[in-house]
């Protein structure tokens, strides 16, 4: 059975840094697409940021230029670094994993994997 596990939450001021991680493991097939998802209050879950095993990257316009996925394909990790943080980017953190070779979209997609989410929170 797959389990994905985040890491790395937890409160920070407006301008910090946080940064965010990933596992996986019980997979018996390649993971080609990891990434992350949040959920603030009230809101629909969306698209974080998104990393394939082609080296495929898409970011929400919201977190482009301030946030960078990367991941370490053979320990099968993925992290998240979120620079200049705000207000809004309050929300829970889902890691999601996919074992076939086709980018998260903006809508999550239940069969995928998914980590139980983490809470990132940002205050003035």
């Known amino acids: 059975q797959v389990h994905v596990a985040e890491s790395g939450g937890g409160s920070v001021q407006v301008g910090g840094s946080l940064t965010l991680s990933c596992v996986v493991s019980?997979?018996?097939?390649?993971?080609?697409?990891m990434g992350w998802y949040r959920q603030a209050p009230g809101k629909q879950r969306e698209l974080v940021a998104a990393?394939?095993?082609?080296?495929?990257?898409k970011y929400a316009s919201a977190v482009k230029g301030r946030f960078d996925i990367s991941r370490d394909y053979a320990k099968k990790t993925a992290s998240l670094q979120m620079n200049s943080l705000k207000v809004e980017d309050t929300a829970v953190y889902y890691c999601?994993?996919?074992?076939?070779?086709?980018?998260?979209?903006?809508?999550?997609?239940?069969?995928?994997?998914w980590g139980q989410g983490i809470q990132v929170t940002v205050s003035s």
């Open positions: 999601v994993a996919r074992d076939i070779d086709y980018n998260l979209g903006e809508t999550p997609d239940p069969l995928d994997y």
């Open positions: 990393l394939s095993s082609g080296g495929r990257t």
């Open positions: 019980g997979n018996k097939f390649a993971i080609n697409v």
